[in-house]
Nanobody, 123 residues
């Protein structure tokens, strides 16, 4: 299992930006695809974005396309989620996850999960 720690969450006004980081342990980070998910209280976990091992392929939920950008720096064992034009409906706990080799969008396809970081967007 890859150990993951998210950071960068916080309180931001609507229209603002945040960059989330997902720091991974070990030297195997370059072998895993990374996904970002979010979950608001009382709601189901929602796929946000994913990136392949090398960063050459990405997927985004329709709700965040054009506003969020997923990236990774394998030399730093870190993945990022740049969130722009934030909306109140983006408020949630954001969680990163990894999966060996191939990119995926379903929670059940990811084996390692971080604890999450809270993002709150005020109107």
């Amino acid at each position: 299992q890859v150990q993951l720690v998210e950071s960068g969450g916080g309180l931001v006004q609507a229209g603002g930006s945040l960059r989330l980081s997902c720091a991974a342990s070990g030297r195997t980070f370059s072998s895993v695809a990374v996904g970002w998910f979010r979950q608001a209280p009382g709601k189901e976990r929602e796929f946000v974005a994913a990136i392949s091992r090398t960063g050459d392929a990405t997927n985004y939920a329709d709700s965040v396309k054009g506003r969020f950008t997923i990236s990774r720096d394998n030399a730093k064992n870190t993945a990022y989620l740049q969130m722009n034009s934030l909306k109140p409906e983006d408020t949630a706990v954001y969680i990163c996850a990894t999966r060996w080799f191939s990119i995926a969008t379903m929670s059940r396809d990811f084996g390692s999960w971080g604890q999450g970081t809270q993002v709150t967007v005020s109107s």
